[in-house]
């Protein structure tokens, strides 16, 4: 977790910026939020991170939902229902990375077909029921989906992956899309074989844990 708000802004424009640049984020979609203590910095609505300063990104309270400066992303509840439920995670990035929208668009949920996958994500990448963008509904049914997970995949929207620092957030998004790329492509070749759920749990157990004190600093 972030101690200081002005490096936590630093990070989260730097974060859009390389999002932008490895393609997991297209033009002004997608969004990206840091825990601060009882405070989120999370970029603000309809967000260029082109053109962006530290400056223009808000500052939410986690209690209250009252922010100061420009207005949050439009997905601010989603990041703020994350937060709450979930002490342990510190980032969260929400994209439209391309193969995560092609499972999105045909709702398709993630098997562990892949050690990374079990490691960073879980024993499987669930799929958000489709609720209109920044209502209550999509929060519920993507928190639902959250459960136990450290990334989703939203129906006919995109992706949300969480880390206990940005830096694993970033990776989850990496490792997800990847996963994504691999089951397409491994459908055309006879369908692609997953792990078995127990070894995908284990997996995910000992990434967890090992990993904790690294991720945490």
Not at 40 to 63: C, K, Q, R
Not at 85 to 114: C, F, K, Q
Not at 149 to 164: D, F, Q, S
């Amino acid at each position: 977790m972030m101690s200081d708000i002005q490096q936590a802004r630093q990070a989260v424009l730097a974060m859009g910026v390389k999002l932008v640049e490895t393609g997991l984020v297209i033009g002004t979609w997608g969004n990206i939020s840091v825990r601060v203590g009882d405070k989120i910095v999370i970029t603000p609505s309809g967000a260029n991170y082109a053109t962006l300063t530290p400056e223009d990104l808000p500052v939410v309270d986690l209690a209250t939902g009252t922010w100061e400066g420009p207005k949050p992303s439009s997905e601010q509840g989603l990041h703020l229902a994350v937060y709450r439920e979930r002490a342990d995670i510190n980032a969260v990035i929400h994209v439209h990375s391309p193969h995560a929208s092609t499972m999105a668009a045909a709702r398709r949920e993630l098997p562990p077909i892949l050690d990374d996958i079990a490691q960073m994500i879980g024993p499987s990448v669930r799929v958000a029921d489709y609720a209109l963008p920044s209502t209550k509904k999509i929060v519920r049914k993507t928190m639902q989906a959250l459960k136990g997970r450290m990334a989703a995949i939203m129906a006919n929207h995109g992706a949300i992956c969480l880390g206990r620092s940005l830096d694993e957030a970033l990776l989850c998004c990496q490792v997800l899309e990847k996963g994504c790329k691999a089951f397409i492509e491994a459908e055309f070749l006879g369908g692609a074989k997953e792990l078995g759920k127990f070894e995908a749990w284990v997996m995910h157990q000992v990434f967890i844990r090992k990993y904790s004190k690294q991720w945490e600093k």
